[in-house]
């Protein structure tokens, strides 16, 4: 059985639900164009959920009812009232939850569920998944949890994070592109796929390397896709070691005229005397802005980047 946490298509009453409008409001709204929707063969009509989030946003209507969590979910409810009334930490528990008791339903089910009500996907990144991946780092230092719970998590993180960009789907392309690779030896690869989910939303075309990308390959890719930006996102390392990769990095990248990007814990290391390399964004918040206000014609150190 389908329960609401899985669902990536909405009934007419869903919708209703959502927005507290009645079912013949939402079907004129569908007859009008102004909510897409596509009709069943019985002419039941069905809404993907990502039509729906784009009719929020354009209307500005925030969702005001839930929808419902089947029996079976012990935090239904909560999850109910926290995603409406926007309570992170809640949040934050039920995504430790799901992440670290197997017999939850999964990650992606959640995101979805919030992607539903509107969350928008930097305050997933940032407000639910972030501090819920910090607690089971800090849980595993405290010898609380195995590295077999915080592989298993890291790996649901990762796969919900990918399904879900499935269901968000593209904007249209903007004629923008990106690399994104951590540097040297890192393993810790999320904030990098968050940041590489948030440009593809925004029609990035992103060439993702992920972890362990060996320098020269690294460089060659930044020379031949000649990408608007090089994002890096680095967590862990010995800082020398990081600080010479990074060097030829952004050699490569001033030789296509790209801006460097670094973000994750040890961005602040990163600072360079000079080149191209921006480290005052550290959050998918931050990420988005500097992306909606990207302009490549102005780049340089600073260039085009909005300061929050
Ligand atoms: C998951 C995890 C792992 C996983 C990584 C799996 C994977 N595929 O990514 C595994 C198990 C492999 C791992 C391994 C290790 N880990 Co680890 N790990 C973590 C953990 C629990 C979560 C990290 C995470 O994914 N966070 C979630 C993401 C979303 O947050 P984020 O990375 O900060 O990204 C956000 C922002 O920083 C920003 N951002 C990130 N990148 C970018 C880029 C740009 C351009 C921008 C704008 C923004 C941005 O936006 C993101 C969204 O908010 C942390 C705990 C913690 N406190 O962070 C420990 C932690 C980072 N790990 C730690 C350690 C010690 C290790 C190991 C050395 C353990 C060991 N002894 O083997 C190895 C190192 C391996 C290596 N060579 O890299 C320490 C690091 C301490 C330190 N700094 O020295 C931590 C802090 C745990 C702890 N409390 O001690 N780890």
Not at 152 to 166: F, K, V
Request: net charge negative.
């Amino acid at each position: 059985m389908t329960s609401s946490l899985q669902k990536t298509i909405l009934s007419t009453s869903d919708v209703a639900r959502l927005f507290n409008v009645t079912e013949t409001t939402v079907k004129r709204w569908a007859d009008e164009g102004t909510l897409k929707c596509q009709k069943t063969p019985g002419g039941h009509r069905k809404f993907e959920i990502r039509n729906v989030v784009e009719f929020a946003e354009q209307n500005q209507f925030d969702p005001v009812g839930a929808l419902e969590i089947p029996g079976g979910e012990d935090l239904g409810s909560k999850i109910q009232v926290a995603v409406l009334g926007r309570e992170f930490p809640v949040l934050v528990s039920a995504y430790l939850r799901k992440a670290l008791v197997q017999e939850e339903s999964g990650l992606f089910p959640f995101l979805s569920y919030l992607y539903q009500h509107c969350i928008q996907l930097w305050e997933m990144h940032d407000l639910v998944i972030r501090p819920a991946l910090h607690e089971i780092g800090e849980r595993w230092s405290r010898g609380e949890i195995g590295v077999d719970d915080e592989h298993r998590a890291s790996y649901e993180t990762l796969e919900a994070l990918a399904m879900l960009q499935l269901q968000i789907g593209m904007k249209s392309r903007c004629g923008h592109s990106v690399v994104c690779a951590t540097l040297g030896d890192e393993l810790h690869e999320i904030g990098l796929r968050c940041a590489n989910y948030l440009f593809e939303s925004q029609g990035w075309e992103s060439r993702y390397l992920g972890s362990r990308v060996p320098s020269e390959a690294m460089n060659a890719a930044i020379v031949h896709w000649k990408p608007d930006i090089v994002c890096l996102s680095s967590t862990y390392g010995a800082p020398a070691d990081r600080q010479k990769q990074l060097r030829s990095i952004v050699d490569a990248a001033g030789s296509v005229g790209a801006v460097v990007l670094a973000g994750g814990a040890l961005a602040d290391s990163l600072k360079m005397d000079e080149g191209v390399i921006e480290t005052a964004h550290n959050s998918s918040r931050d990420l988005l802005c500097f992306i909606q206000g990207f302009d490549r014609t102005k780049s340089g150190p600073g260039g085009g980047i909005p300061r929050t």
